[in-house]
């Protein structure tokens, strides 16, 4: 490298007058002007970068990447009751979105049903509201289950949501084996940031462990936990931290399920991983590389695990719901475009770009349209998809993949200390560190250190919001509560009795509940009794409430 | 005479878990010098009158996200009322509609926050009621 080139750019750049601007990313990272072969000594590029398809992955999971299969264009959607959002589904898959994923409202999420009184005035109005298994039948109506996967982001009572998709599966005469998709399932994320927990850690783990071992004979193309950094980092974490956060999240749930007695290789291959995508462009692609490189090296080395598939860290993508303004939202499209861009040149598996309008509502139909374009435009327009891991040495990219891994490492190592992340969870450590990180960004705003459009510069004084906004009628509690009242009185309620007297004992004991939970799901028990069962024998958590 | 620390409680109502701001708002008002009881999540009405009325607040503010603000803020409203607390400030924030910002002040709610809001407009909002309601 020539030394005498470097200093006479260094000298240029020093007299330069610079703009008035913080020179770092979103997450507070100082960036240099310029990132050369200095950046990275000795980079090795056999074993630091690799192949894609080979270990440690950090140019992607498969071999041929894009060219051998886009990713899956998913768009979150749910609203209203089950015919709604199966209408929603129709028109999505009509415009070519290629996978299913189901949102589910307030009450669902939290494990209640449409009539419980906490559930007053939520009913439909963040996702689609399901009961029982009869709204599993309304919602996926005429929907090819067996052909295209489904995505279901729920928690806390995700293992009895599943069983509900399965018995309705049943009923369609669709193999479990034949099934595809994903569950998020992932509790630990819940306590950290999006809260939708009904039992402590312990009883929720082993309700995780008994899926993944249930799947792994019964719904072997199930990926049964969807590992999440996207609800970390819009509770206002740096990359740095949903990237650890994250795998630190992994890797107590493999600890759990070796504990539980499982093989590696036989769960580490449907696990996932669930990310956001940022506003910082370059930080994003390097964060989702490094998170491929971290868990492949872990898996191999430190758990054992023979089968390459259990190394892979495949993942989804959503565009960041945070970064999008009530303000001017029409620019959103921007914003969601970049973000997308993002997780596609990080080499997302799947990928969810928001709508324009999500700063105010559930998307409209034209909205939700423009966000699928959006992903097709990347696809089949801009020529991204056409070569694998386009930024791959570039100095910049892989300095900063190197920079979060080892920031990931150093929080693996505070988490440890700690006792492991539920000891962390229980002391407030991911809480604390999240909520610090988002007031320093929102200090930023305030100080114009950092920009956002539309809301602290560029304004457009007195605007008026004018956009049409999705709006979820009051009806549909009344509908969803009625039809539950319907099919209480209509099922055979001896058995369901009797269903829920077996899971409890079940619980009492170490026996696999999935089983349990699919005979309940099958005679029409709710969301709710179920959940209430279960609550005699686990109990329910109460957070100590950090900030 | 008024207290010169200023005691808010914060707490969301219902089942939206979204508490980002609600964190961030707590943050930046202690920083400002206030006093702040952060009640968390999952509470209701009830239970966060009931801290008002234990902590005699002088400020109650309430972050909502679900879309469920009439219910929860008309009901905070109505017991802060009858439990003798009328005097005090009900405010807060989420994702509430201009149209219905208005149906809220009409309840004798103050101000209430939506997204973009700058960290100091609500300290300067919340200091300024104060001041101008000594008890």
């Given at each position: ?507 009492s004991g170490s026996d696999n509940l999935i089983p349990h939970l699919l005979e309940a799901s099958r005679v029409h028990a709710s969301v709710g009794e179920i959940s209430d069962t279960l609550v005699k024998v686990f109990g329910e958590y109460r957070e100590r409430p950090f900030y | 005479m008024a207290s010169p620390h200023i005691k808010v409680i914060i707490a969301k109502p219902g089942l939206d878990g979204h508490d980002r701001g609600a964190k961030v708002v707590a943050r930046a008002l202690v920083e400002a010098g206030m006093e702040v009881v952060y009640l968390g999540l999952q509470q209701t009405p009830e239970s966060i009158v009931r801290a008002a009325v234990e902590e005699d607040a002088d400020v109650v503010g309430l972050s909502i996200l679900s879309g469920a603000h009439l219910s929860h803020f008309r009901r905070v409203k109505e017991l802060m009322d009858r439990a003798g607390l009328g005097d005090r400030l009900l405010t807060g924030g989420g994702i509430i509609p201009t149209k219905d910002q208005e149906k809220l002040r009409g309840l004798g709610v103050g101000r209430v926050f939506g997204p973009g809001e700058d960290l100091q407009s609500i300290v300067d909002y919340i200091k300024g009621w104060h001041s101008s309601h000594a008890r």
């Amino acid at each position: 490298m020539n030394k005498a080139a470097k200093k006479r750019w260094e000298e240029q750049y020093r007299k330069s007058e610079l703009r008035d601007a913080e020179f770092s990313s979103i997450s507070g990272r100082e960036l240099q002007p310029l990132y050369t072969p200095d950046d990275v000594p000795g980079f090795d590029v056999e074993a630091r970068l690799g192949y894609p398809g080979e270990y440690p992955f950090t140019r992607g999971v498969h071999p041929s990447m894009y060219r051998g299969k886009l990713w899956t264009m998913r768009q979150f959607s749910g609203m209203g009751t089950a015919e709604q959002t199966n209408a929603r589904y129709q028109f999505l898959l009509a415009r070519g979105q290629t996978g299913l994923s189901v949102a589910f409202d307030n009450p669902t999420l939290y494990g209640l049903d449409s009539d419980h009184p906490l559930a007053v005035g939520e009913v439909g109005r963040t996702g689609v509201a399901v009961d029982t298994m009869a709204d599993m039948e309304r919602l996926f109506r005429d929907l090819p289950l067996e052909k295209i996967s489904t995505s279901m982001t729920i928690n806390a009572p995700a293992a009895w949501i599943f069983t509900m998709f399965l018995a309705n599966a049943e009923k369609r005469s669709i193999p479990l084996a034949a099934l595809r998709g994903t569950l998020q399932n992932d509790i630990l994320k819940e306590y950290i940031a999006q809260k939708e927990w009904i039992f402590p850690p312990e009883p929720h783990l082993r309700l995780i462990t008994d899926l993944m071992a249930f799947c792994a004979d019964h719904v072997p193309q199930w990926n049964t936990i969807s590992i999440s950094g996207y609800h970390i980092r819009e509770a206002g974490s740096t990359a740095a931290q949903e990237l650890a956060f994250t795998l630190a999240d992994g890797f107590c749930y493999v600890e759990h399920a070796l504990r539980a007695g499982m093989d590696i290789d036989d769960f580490a291959p449907r696990l996932s991983f669930f990310f956001n995508s940022h506003l910082d462009f370059f930080e994003e692609i390097a964060k989702l590389r490094a998170a491929r490189r971290i868990w492949a090296r872990r898996l191999k080395e430190r758990y054992k695990a023979k089968n390459p598939r259990s190394w892979l860290c495949r993942f989804h993508v959503q565009t960041a719901g945070c970064s999008l303004t009530a303000q001017q939202p029409e620019i959103n499209v921007v914003r969601t475009a970049l973000e997308a861009l993002a997780g596609v040149l990080g080499g997302c598996q799947s990928l969810h770009t928001n709508s324009l309008d999500e700063a105010l509502a559930l998307p409209s139909e034209k909205a939700v349209e423009i966000a699928l374009r959006t992903q097709q435009i990347i696809a089949y327009e801009s020529g991204v998809a056409q070569v694998i891991d386009p930024l791959g040495g570039s100095y910049y990219i892989e300095k900063l993949t190197n920079d979060l891994e080892q920031e990931a490492e150093q929080y693996f190592q505070r988490v440890d200390e700690l006792g492991g992340v539920v000891m962390a969870i229980e002391q407030g450590f991911f809480q604390r560190e999240i909520t610090r990180a988002a007031y320093q960004y929102q200090l930023a705003l305030s100080r114009k250190k950092k920009i956002l459009v539309g809301v602290n510069e560029f304004v457009n004084a007195g605007e008026a919001i004018e956009i049409p906004v999705l709006e979820i009628d009051e009806s549909v509690e009344q509908d969803q509560t009625r039809s539950l009242d319907k099919i209480k009185k209509r099922r055979d309620n001896l058995a369901v009795q009797s269903r829920l007297a077996a899971l409890q004992q079940a619980a009492s004991g170490s026996d696999n509940l999935i089983p349990h939970l699919l005979e309940a799901s099958r005679v029409h028990a709710s969301v709710g009794e179920i959940s209430d069962t279960l609550v005699k024998v686990f109990g329910e958590y109460r957070e100590r409430p950090f900030y | 005479m008024a207290s010169p620390h200023i005691k808010v409680i914060i707490a969301k109502p219902g089942l939206d878990g979204h508490d980002r701001g609600a964190k961030v708002v707590a943050r930046a008002l202690v920083e400002a010098g206030m006093e702040v009881v952060y009640l968390g999540l999952q509470q209701t009405p009830e239970s966060i009158v009931r801290a008002a009325v234990e902590e005699d607040a002088d400020v109650v503010g309430l972050s909502i996200l679900s879309g469920a603000h009439l219910s929860h803020f008309r009901r905070v409203k109505e017991l802060m009322d009858r439990a003798g607390l009328g005097d005090r400030l009900l405010t807060g924030g989420g994702i509430i509609p201009t149209k219905d910002q208005e149906k809220l002040r009409g309840l004798g709610v103050g101000r209430v926050f939506g997204p973009g809001e700058d960290l100091q407009s609500i300290v300067d909002y919340i200091k300024g009621w104060h001041s101008s309601h000594a008890r």
